[in-house]
């Protein structure tokens, strides 16, 4: 029995979306976003979502969270990429500070794909760059049959992938950060297996992050060659979570601290206008970058004392998710997760924003696969998408 093959035509975006305020307004419906960033195993926050968020001068296309609090930043065009979309996409990242970079495009050459994988290197580990071609296509069975439409999405650049780069190709400095947070991370799971979980290699860079279970913060080690400094911070994203403990939180934190890691100073960074506020714990050491063999002798007290930092700034952070504010109690909860799943901590509801249609495909999405449905001609401008949940095909490859 021959098996039975459809024959699919691709063509463009144009066909289907007028503009790309049309393509933003349909991939920003519900149904559409969730399967679009499915495809990226990121857990989102459908009730964050924005579209055409003011960036200076500039608009967003789309802006949302995911359900640890990063920031997800999707910059869609129509045709192949070109300087001006890359342009606007760095800017609205470094604005917004996302943590995932989404272009999405019908064509991309050698050079900005090349620019994408040099961003995702260059970067570390919070920051991941994404490029993805968006693929329409059409089928006939026969004479007899309904033409459909389907659409799918092929990465052109995953973060994964920059996984692979063989070290030989990092600079001295970056195999030096390498070894330094390779043998961080032997030290710490000999000595403290259960304060730390199961840490995981990230990128070669100054700054090395420590999961935690608490939304909008982390825990971080830096180091700054430069000043020779080693550094434990604890960092809060929600700025009034410091501000509204300030009263007796800096003096509280700094008592016990003092006597979790003696003759320690800490340092609080909230001043008004920072995207970030920071708790700092900071100490001067003999290190050598150049040197980039990692002994014991030279760098077992450096790790003894930031293990120690880390997990004295875990605990009394800790402690404060029972500080009652506001007749309310903080639940947040700062347990160590490394080695399990994130638990989400859900924030006050929120209408999501409206999100106007525009010219409405008659496609549908999935992440695996392309489901087809028939085609309904013309398309009217205030039709809306059917997203039918029908089992798909097998994905062919």
Not at 224 to 252: A, C, L, P, V, Y
Request: overall charge negative; aromatic content about 10%.
């Amino acid at each position: 029995m021959d098996p039975r093959i459809d024959y699919f035509d691709e063509y463009e975006l144009t066909e289907v979306w007028n503009n790309e305020r049309d393509f933003t307004e349909w991939l920003a419906k519900k149904e559409n976003i969730e399967k679009f960033i499915s495809v990226f195993d990121i857990e989102v926050d459908i009730s964050t979502i924005t579209t055409f968020l003011p960036v200076d001068k500039l608009q967003a296309d789309i802006v949302l969270k995911d359900k640890s609090g990063d920031t997800i930043i999707i910059e869609l065009q129509l045709g192949s990429a070109d300087d001006e979309h890359l342009g606007k996409l760095l800017a609205y990242a470094a604005n917004k500070e996302a943590n995932y970079i989404i272009w999405v495009f019908e064509n991309i050459s050698d050079e900005y794909r090349e620019t994408l994988h040099w961003l995702n290197r260059r970067t570390n580990s919070s920051t991941e760059f994404y490029g993805v071609r968006v693929v329409l296509e059409q089928s006939k069975k026969s004479e007899n049959t309904e033409t459909t439409r389907s659409i799918r999405y092929e990465f052109e650049c995953d973060p994964i992938d920059e996984d692979s780069e063989s070290s030989d190709e990092l600079t001295n400095l970056e195999q030096y950060y390498d070894n330094f947070w390779e043998a961080f991370q032997k030290y710490v799971r000999e000595k403290y297996p259960s304060e730390f979980g199961s840490l995981k290699p990230q990128k070669p860079d100054k700054n090395y992050s420590i999961p935690i279970n608490f939304k909008g913060g982390t825990l971080a080690a830096y180091i700054d060659i430069k000043s020779k400094e080693i550094s434990g911070q604890f960092i809060n994203r929600d700025k009034n979570w410091f501000r509204q403990r300030m009263t007796n939180f800096e003096t509280d934190i700094k008592s016990k601290f003092g006597v979790l890691v003696p003759g320690q100073i800490l340092d609080f960074d909230t001043k008004r206008g920072r995207k970030v506020s920071k708790v700092i714990a900071k100490k001067k050491f003999e290190i050598d970058h150049e040197d980039l063999t990692i002994s014991d002798a030279t760098y077992e007290p450096i790790f003894k004392w930031l293990a120690s930092v880390l997990i004295a700034m875990k605990q009394i952070i800790k402690e404060q998710r029972d500080i009652k504010l506001n007749g309310k109690v903080d639940e947040t909860d700062l347990q160590s997760e490394a080695h399990s799943q994130p638990v989400s901590v859900e924030s006050p509801s929120e209408t999501p924003p409206q999100v106007t249609a525009g010219t409405a495909p008659p496609v549908v999405v999935t992440s695996t696969s392309v489901v087809q449905v028939p085609v309904a001609q013309p398309v009217s401008a205030s039709a809306s998408p059917q997203i039918q949940d029908t089992p798909p095909p097998a994905a062919t490859e």
